[in-house]
């Protein structure tokens, strides 16, 4: 529903479409289909909608001016010879059509529903790209780039050895990852001591030849102090400690104690203990060199954790034999002359293997350096499992959706055949005694009379408009509407019988209530709500505040809902709402009248009468500078509030210019006359759909010396208005 001042643009928009539905389109315009899909329509073009109709005075002069004047009526439709012999068929032609419409209409189901599972598989899967991928590339896993078209064309691919769950989730675990850093390579391990420990026997169980002294084999302490101090007293005579005298039968005894195999014993005791501490180091400190499970790729943590494991237990293992051997060296040191037992020591024959730890470490490298190359193979892993795991799904939907087509297009082309014969068969139909006996029941059911009557001429070719028993002349404004009408409705109805799908049908009725009065208002409401609910959309363009509200009443419920679905976020019903009550006027822009459409004003849509908004839009422009964008539609405004005004203060003059110059003349000085030449002069009233082009500044003033004067005869009022529609009282001080 569009409600609209005269001069707003109803009947210019109402013509455009009806040009377009022509197909003669009056100028370009961009049209949007239902899919969202946009059209270009060039000037002289055909609209995008299927058999659009569009009730306006231009279709009215081109279809009904010569039967609305009466008896001297050409023939709307012509009934020929072929139609008549043709009603026999006509019943069996009908049956068929409904029969194969609903063949098509469950075809076009099916294949609709089809589609929509295979667009929302393929939105599903795009879903899981961007959302699985996206995270590691955004700028390449985006919705433009894998758009449904795309991941579509990826799901028609027939795909059998794609990865499986296994190697998807894995894929995503180390895309997750952050880039591997090279570590150092495993050093060989410490070689094995089976050559150095093959004499540990001899040397254990060697002893020296000498002769021992009793005070000192008994303390290897003391034996070991005595030793080191011989060398610090070569060629001195006293003791460094006591001072007491070094003789010569003290040194010969000490030699013969310390002689030549016992330094040789020890010296191979150290020797080889050296050996045997330097192998123990070697091998804590080859083992402390690894590098540890956590640097390494996620793959190979495992398994170089267990190598490790494993080489931790050789190296202690080796680690304790060489204690126990160097253990025994040391015994054999501090007394050469000792015999210790030769510890176990066959696992010092065998090197710890490290060829797990190195070829784990080598791979963490290879990967380390082909970093760039592994996460391209891993996002392919990714996408192949996704699309792979849906492709044959996908596949077999579209090929459901092929033999839908099929079936649906043959059923549809069957539906064509036959309606075109039953076209051929109906044609020239609609002129027919019943269709004019419905006519005049219409009538009757509008007006709450029968003074009207439809007839079908004495040739059985035309209609007729009949008085009573006479031609129908002289009609008036609100008969001619109402016939119009009527005749409209009636053939939009009959039209649904052959071969127009009615919720495929766009209907535009502009101004249907023009001139009628308060009782054929509400019948041609109820008609029009009767009739148009069965179209897939209609527009209805008025004027008339009275038809606006019984549309409000009569599609509130609807209108909540759709309003409601709104506010929850439906971006179809946000795009195309089942209900909509638009508001359009004349603005100005740049300083050229220009038509805009908006939201119906929630004044106008909780208001029963159209007093209160009226009063509203004067004093917002008033309010406002001379930019005001309803400019043009003020002085009517203006001029409507006062004839509400004026018709309850002076109800016992006959017009509003007689009682708008009784409540001027009510003051001696008349200060407000200029009020009434403005109403005289520069307003006007119902009927005409132009605008003069006034001077801005003249047409604000006029308009506010217009609220002053209302406010000057009736303060109270005034001053109740405005708090009514919530307005300034005081834009007028």
């Not at 006062?642 to 000085?669: C, G, I």
Request: hydrophobic share 40%; proline share 4%.
């Amino acid at each position: 529903m569009v409600y609209g001042h005269n001069g707003s643009g109803k009947s210019t928009l109402a013509e455009l479409l009806l040009s377009l539905g022509e197909g003669q389109a009056a100028t370009g315009v961009v049209w949007e289909k239902s899919d969202q899909a946009k059209v270009n329509v060039p000037a002289g073009g055909n609209s995008p909608s299927p058999a659009m109709a569009v009730f306006t005075r231009a279709w009215v002069q081109a279809n009904l001016s010569e039967f609305l004047a009466g008896e001297n009526a050409d023939a709307i439709v012509t009934l020929g010879q072929e139609a008549i012999d043709s009603k026999e068929t006509q019943k069996s032609l009908e049956e068929e059509i409904a029969r194969l419409r609903s063949e098509a209409e469950d075809a076009t189901a099916l294949k609709k529903k089809l589609e929509q599972k295979a667009s929302k598989l393929a939105r599903d899967v795009q879903d899981r790209i961007v959302g699985e991928l996206q995270r590691f590339d955004y700028n390449h896993y985006s919705r433009n780039r894998y758009s449904v078209v795309k991941v579509g064309e990826f799901l028609r691919i027939p795909r059998t050895d794609f990865p499986d769950d296994g190697a998807h989730a894995d894929a995503l675990v180390r895309l997750g990852e952050e880039a591997p850093a090279a570590v150092a390579e495993v050093a060989s391990p410490p070689q094995a001591l089976n050559d150095e420990l093959k004499g540990l026997g001899t040397v254990l169980e060697r002893t020296p030849t000498r002769v021992a002294l009793a005070a000192l084999e008994a303390d290897p302490r003391a034996q070991s102090w005595v030793e080191q101090g011989l060398g610090l007293h070569e060629g001195r005579d006293n003791c460094l400690f006591c001072d007491s005298e070094v003789s010569a039968a003290r040194r010969t005894q000490l030699a013969q104690h310390f002689d030549k195999s016992w330094l040789e014993i020890r010296g191979a005791a150290q020797q080889l203990h050296q050996v045997v501490t330097g192998r123990k180091r070697e091998l804590k400190a080859w083992l402390g060199s690894m590098p540890d499970p956590s640097d390494l790729a996620s793959d190979l943590q495992a398994v170089y954790r267990q190598a490790m494991e494993q080489a931790r237990g050789d190296v202690d293992a080796r680690v304790e034999s060489l204690e126990l051997v160097e253990a025994a060296l040391t015994a054999k040191i501090d007394d050469p002359s000792a015999v210790p037992v030769e510890p176990e020591w066959k696992v010092l024959g065998t090197a710890v293997s490290a060829t797990v730890l190195s070829e784990a470490v080598k791979d963490h490298n290879e990967q380390a350096k082909s970093y760039g190359e592994l996460t391209e193979q891993r996002r392919t892993v990714v996408l192949d499992h996704i699309v792979g795991s849906q492709s044959q799904a996908f596949r077999d939907l579209e090929k459901q959706v092929t033999d839908a087509k099929e079936s649906c297009d043959g059923t549809a082309k069957a539906v064509e055949l036959a309606s075109r014969n039953l076209d051929r068969v109906r044609q020239q139909q609609f002129t027919t005694k019943d269709m004019a006996d419905k006519l005049t029941r219409d009538l009757a059911r509008v007006y709450g009379k029968a003074h009207l009557s439809i007839a079908v001429t004495d040739d059985g070719k035309s209609y007729t408009c009949r008085r009573g028993d006479k031609a129908g002349t002289n009609l008036s404004e609100g008969e001619r509407t109402t016939l119009s009408l009527l005749y409209f409705l009636r053939n939009l109805e009959d039209q649904q019988t052959h071969g127009i799908d009615p919720t495929q049908r766009i209907v535009v009725i502009d101004d249907p209530s023009s001139s009628l009065d308060r009782e054929a208002l509400f019948a041609t409401h109820q008609w029009l709500f009767n009739t148009l609910q069965n179209f897939g959309q209609y527009v209805v363009l008025t004027h008339d505040f009275n038809l606006l509200r019984l549309f409000i009443t009569s599609h509130r419920s609807k209108w909540s809902t759709s309003v409601k679905t709104q506010r929850d976020g439906d971006a179809n019903e946000v795009r195309f709402p089942r209900v909509a009550f638009l508001e359009m006027f004349a603005a100005t822009k740049e300083g050229k009248r220009t038509t805009k459409v908006g939201p119906l004003p929630d004044l106008l849509r909780n208001s029963t009468s159209e007093y209160a908004y009226l009063f509203s839009m004067v004093m917002k422009g008033v309010q406002d500078t001379e930019d005001h964008e309803r400019l043009f539609l003020l002085p009517n405004a203006a001029r409507r509030v006062l004839e509400s005004f004026a018709s309850y203060k002076a109800p016992h003059r006959p017009n509003f210019l007689q009682q708008l110059e009784s409540l001027v003349v009510a003051d001696p000085d008349e200060p407000y006359r200029d009020v009434f030449d403005f109403c005289n002069r520069f307003s006007h009233g119902e009927g005409s759909e132009t605008v003069e082009v006034l001077d801005a500044r003249a047409v604000h003033g006029q308009v506010r010396r217009c609220m002053e004067f209302l406010r000057a005869v009736d303060p109270d009022h005034f001053a109740n208005m405005c708090k009514a529609v919530k307005v300034d009282s005081t834009v007028l001080a």
